[in-house]
């Protein structure tokens, strides 16, 4: 089980967000994070907890093994307004955290 | 350009049945992984399945409460998986999205998504 916090939050343009996730047990780094939008398909943003997607902006950072990761936005964005998933890929059944809701 | 294209989403009644498609473009779907997850209304994302590639069998996993009701299969001719969904209930209700996997680990490309509404 995957718990993702806070739920939400409302940051300005240029800040420094962070958004945390815990697994209920060590999942070592098969971790993975998605930004989604309404109406969208996810885009995949980090997997194995730290490692840059291609074509995802340096803005995005991830750190963490075994139970506690997570996602830092260094320099917000407004099109970084979304919704932002951990998933965790160790163990089945695969499982999402509850999503992070990030208003500018 | 390097996508999935999905369809088969839908009306249908409590009971009923979909199959929904997810089809590859510029890539052979032979060699990946494919994962299926869905997002119900107003809810966050929620993992169904996967099948694994043909080095592997096909080999599938469900989420558990999905079992018994949802298959997953592919047609190489066609370059594409189905998610076979029967005895459909109303939670079932989301927009489905399949997505392929990266050395059969973690997700790089998704699909659009397709919408299936279950409702009397």
């Known amino acids: 089980q995957m718990t993702q916090s806070p739920s939400s939050l409302s940051a300005s343009v240029g800040d420094r967000v962070t958004i945390t996730c815990r697994a209920s047990q060590g999942i070592n780094s098969w971790l993975a994070w998605y930004q989604h939008k309404p109406g969208k398909a996810p885009m995949s943003l980090i997997y194995a907890a730290f490692n840059l997607q291609s074509g995802v902006p340096s803005r995005f950072s991830g750190t963490g093994f075994g139970t506690d990761f997570t996602l830092t936005i260094t320099g917000l964005q407004p099109e970084d307004s979304a919704t932002y998933y951990c998933q965790q890929y160790h163990t089945f059944p695969l499982s999402f955290g509850g999503g992070t809701k990030v208003e500018i | 350009e390097v996508q999935l294209v999905q369809s088969g989403g839908g009306l249908v009644r409590p009971g009923g049945s979909l199959r929904l498609s997810c089809a590859a473009s510029?890539?052979?779907?032979?060699?990946?992984?494919i994962d299926w997850a869905r997002q119900a209304p107003g809810k966050g994302l929620e993992w169904v399945g996967r099948?694994?590639?043909?080095?592997?069998?096909?080999?599938?996993e469900y989420a558990a409460t999905l079992i018994g009701r949802f298959t997953m299969s592919r047609d190489e001719s066609k370059n594409s998986v189905f998610l076979q969904m029967n005895g459909l209930r109303t939670d079932d209700t989301a927009v489905y999205y399949c997505?392929?996997?990266?050395?059969?680990?973690?997700?790089?490309?998704w699909g659009e998504g397709t919408t299936v509404i279950v409702s009397p």
């Open positions: 099948s694994r590639n043909k080095d592997n069998s096909y080999s599938t």
């Open positions: 510029e890539f052979s779907l032979t060699d990946h992984y």
């Open positions: 997505a392929r996997l990266l050395f059969g680990e973690y997700v790089d490309v």
